[in-house]
């Protein structure tokens, strides 16, 4: 019987930790691809709306920011605590274009979309870093629009299977949140080197049954 990984990844896309942990993951799935090519890789992306009341135009992101973390120096200070963890995933937000904090509805129902083309990971990425690096405002339709259609041929999923579903609005879980074949929950932005071992070690130890399509 041929091994299956399948890993579920909740995330939301205003969290500049998932667009981390999205980094990471690819890190360690390249290298457990190396290491395991007999195992079929499944990967389901699981869309959060972390802030599902934000109206469709979006909000002021400094002003939203500052209200709900107690002032600007609190601001700088979780700023910079997330810089610092990014340098690892070869990322450098840039806070200070970003005008608008987004109601991330339609870019999920987009992301759906993507899982019949097979770009759900480079579009995932491109989204990502068009909000965090340049400042994009990815609640805009025609933002959405011309993102999608930029993703090129080769950006598209060929040596595992990536999907996106919409999660349930009644689920409140922290994200970013991995789990592997169902049994095993890694939570936050962790290492390459852990995910990686939780690969392995979900792999030997916690297989699941093979694919019915």
């Not at 995330?11 to 360690?28: N, Q, S, T, V, Y």
């Not at 007999?38 to 109206?55: K, Q, R, Y």
């Not at 339609?106 to 759900?120: D, I, K, M, P, Y």
């Not at 400042?135 to 259609?149: F, K, N, S």
């Amino acid at each position: 019987m041929t091994p299956r990984l399948d890993i579920q990844v909740h995330f939301d896309l205003i969290c500049p930790w998932c667009f981390i942990g999205k980094r990471h993951l690819d890190a360690a799935l390249t290298r457990f691809r190396q290491a395991r090519p007999d195992v079929v890789v499944d990967v389901l992306w699981v869309a959060h709306e972390l802030l599902p009341d934000t109206p469709p135009e979006g909000l002021p992101y400094q002003a939203f920011y500052e209200k709900r973390l107690g002032g600007s120096t609190a601001v700088a200070t979780r700023r910079a605590q997330v810089q610092e963890a990014a340098r690892t995933a070869g990322i450098r937000f840039a806070f200070e274009q970003i005008a608008s904090m987004p109601n991330t509805r339609r870019a999920h129902r987009l992301l759906t979309e993507s899982t019949s083309s097979g770009t759900a990971s480079a579009l995932i990425e491109r989204l990502f870093a068009a909000y965090f690096i340049e400042g994009q405002d990815i609640g805009d339709p025609a933002v959405l629009d011309r993102l999608a259609a930029a993703i090129p041929a080769e950006g598209r999923d060929t040596d595992h299977r990536q999907r996106v579903a919409l999660a349930e609005r009644t689920a409140a879980i922290g994200v970013p949140l991995f789990n592997f074949n169902d049994r095993v929950s890694v939570s936050g932005a962790q290492p390459p080197e852990l995910l990686l071992d939780r690969m392995h070690w979900t792999t030997r130890t916690c297989p699941v049954a093979p694919a019915t399509t």
